[in-house]
């Protein structure tokens, strides 16, 4: 019975799990098709080509590989709205978000959780390099003027707006 009660309660958690990045996904979807539309200026965040990669696969793969909690995926999109509040010029689009929600991660990782890779290992699990990777976090923090902490009122607004897409 207890093996039955472990079985189901792994698959319940891969379903939330899945739904929470699917609705994370969407979210960023949603915003990227708001500003796909601007002229933007270019930046060390801009990648070539587009990702090969979806958003909610991009996703899964860093949380696979790193470990990541929910609570630092839902930090990192505070991040994201952060630096758009902080920086109108310089707006995520299809070419810029992979990059921005790798650095956001891993700026929420560093901040939030207790076991943390070093940057070479996250540059791989996110496609960059590490140079790429240590540019970008520099400039995403002084883009966001090392404001890394997020009050409680706002982890919570953003916390219901995830649940709001996990129901649509």
Same mark, same amino acid.
């Given at each position: 019975m207890s093996e039955i009660n472990l079985i189901y309660e792994e698959e319940h958690c891969r379903y939330t799990e899945n739904t929470f990045l699917r609705s994370i996904s969407n979210i960023l979807e949603e915003l990227i098709q708001e500003t796909d539309i601007f002229q933007i200026k270019k930046s060390l965040f801009h990648s070539e080509k587009l990702p090969n990669i979806s958003l909610e696969n991009y996703l899964i793969r860093i949380v696979r590989y790193t470990k990541c909690s929910k609570e630092c995926l839902l930090i990192a999109l505070i991040y994201l709205y952060r630096?758009?509040?902080?920086?109108?010029?310089?707006?995520?689009?299809?070419?810029?978000? #992979? @990059?921005?929600?790798? &650095?956001? &991660?891993v700026l929420a990782i560093k901040y939030q959780d207790d076991d943390i890779y070093g940057n070479d290992y996250y540059a791989k699990v996110g496609g960059i390099t590490m140079q790429e990777l240590n540019d970008m976090e520099k400039e995403f923090l002084d @883009? &966001?003027?090392?404001?890394?902490? &997020? =009050?409680? =009122? #706002?982890?919570y607004f953003y916390q219901q707006k995830i649940n709001q897409f996990s129901r649509l």
């Open positions: 630096i758009q509040e902080l920086n109108q010029e310089q707006l995520l689009n299809k070419q810029s978000v #992979h @990059r921005f929600l790798i &650095i956001a &991660i @883009r &966001i003027e090392f404001q890394l902490f &997020i =009050d409680q =009122d #706002h982890y």
